[in-house]
């Protein structure tokens, strides 16, 4: 074991203030960007729980959200021409809608965020977290679902009746894993809302395809690019979520927002662990005095303090990853979603260790109050 090692092991109390600060920055990088891709996902929480494997989009579409994306309409001419792959066995648009809801006594409406499902057994649109209980729940006309955190802001429980533009609809079931912070999410069947009367058969939505092999997903997806001709644009599920969370995290009100906090966070994990760190090795002085008396570099000094700044940035690494594991978990108990992408954690992760590793590099003017001649004081 190095002699770095063994000081953070046996002086853990000394650092600890050190890892502490490191993993509170991590956790203000992180909890802010994780809530805003966890708004994003429920959003499309259908489209990434479908069992589709490629996502048609109108071909000028950056992603779900971008420029010429979701909110576009496909005309009725595209679905044929996906058919003519010989992968595709299946093609489905997927409608959304916006509607008043008007829970029981409620005089003012709540705007919802309707999501249509095709509630047939293994539907291409079917969430792949529905059981065939919940898909039964939903099919019947006027069934409809919610989110368990939309409970209290719609005013409704399972089994109570609501008005939605207008028709009378059931509360048939309580999904989890669909909370959407922006307006409460309503999954309904797509015979339900025809029955409304809110289809438009003249344009469709984006489409679901299901494909004979899931794992030749992006092959197919590329062939089906080179057959479009300019009239549509084939994703794979992961590569639309990534470019929609791209799309939205780099706007420009959310992206000064993110920056900020990570500067903050950057400048606290700087601060205190270079004060924590100068701390530590000024209270060790002496020992490392004796180290130069006996024949120990300066040089070899430094690496020494390099090394434990190292491991106190793994450390609190480990922790920061550990206190959002908990603010995840605490989060989901109360119906809040958190997103994360491996990107972002791997920055995080190298930044924090580069804060470590700078504030080692601050404290080393330190050692130079360690002579060997101040030993005989």
């Known amino acids: 074991m190095s002699l770095a090692l063994s000081t953070l092991l046996y002086e853990w109390r000394r650092y600890m203030a050190a890892v502490i600060a490191l993993a ?3 956790v203000l990088m992180l909890a802010l960007s994780a809530m ?26 950056s992603s779900l959200g971008g420029p010429g994306g979701g909110g576009s309409a496909l005309p009725k001419r595209v679905p044929p021409l ?36 095709d509630p047939t057994p293994n539907g291409v649109t079917l969430p792949d977290d529905f059981t065939e209980s919940m898909r039964v729940a ?24 609501a008005t939605v533009n207008g028709r009378t609809v059931r509360i048939a079931l309580i ?21 409304m009367g809110r289809a438009n058969d003249d344009q469709l939505g984006l ?30 599920k992961e590569e639309l979520s990534a470019a929609t969370i791209k799309d939205a995290m780099s706007e420009g009100l959310l992206a000064i927002i993110l920056g900020f906090m990570s500067i903050i966070g950057f400048v606290i994990g700087v601060a205190i ?21 006996l024949g120990v570099s300066l040089r070899d ?38 997103g994360y992408e491996a990107g972002s954690l791997i920055q995080t992760a190298v930044l924090l260790l580069l804060i470590a590793i700078g504030s080692g590099a601050l404290t080393l003017g330190a050692l130079k109050k360690g002579e060997p001649a101040d030993l005989l004081k």
């Open 301 to 338: 000094l430094r690496w020494v303090v390099m090394e434990l700044s190292f491991w106190v940035g793994i450390v609190g690494i480990a922790m920061s990853g550990v206190l959002m594991a908990a603010i995840t978990v605490l989060a989901k108990a109360n119906n809040v979603p958190m």
């Open 207 to 236: 489409l679901m395809v299901r494909i004979k092999k899931p794992e030749d997903a992006d092959r197919v997806r590329d062939e089906l690019n080179a057959l479009a001709d300019g009239q549509y644009r084939a994703w794979s």
């Open 138 to 161: 939903i099919e019947p006309p006027f069934n409809v679902a919610i989110d368990k955190s939309a409970q209290k802001q719609l005013g409704v429980k399972l089994g109570d009746q």
């Open 36 to 61: 805003f891709i966890g708004i994003l996902q429920s959003f499309t929480a259908t489209i990434d729980k479908s069992r589709a494997q490629l996502i048609i989009l109108p071909a000028k579409a």
């Open 273 to 293: 662990t270079w004060q924590t760190l100068r701390g530590a090795i000024l209270a060790n002085i002496k020992e490392f005095a004796s180290l130069r008396a």
């Open 175 to 195: 999904l989890t894993g669909y909370a959407n912070s922006q307006a409460p999410g309503l999954v309904m069947s797509r015979q339900t809302q025809r029955l």
């Open 82 to 117: 996906i058919y003519r792959h010989p992968e595709v066995v299946e093609v489905q648009d997927l409608p959304g809608d916006f509607g008043q809801f008007y829970g029981p006594g409620k005089t003012a409406p709540t705007m919802v965020n309707i999501m249509v499902v």
């Open 24 to 26: 509170l920055a991590g």
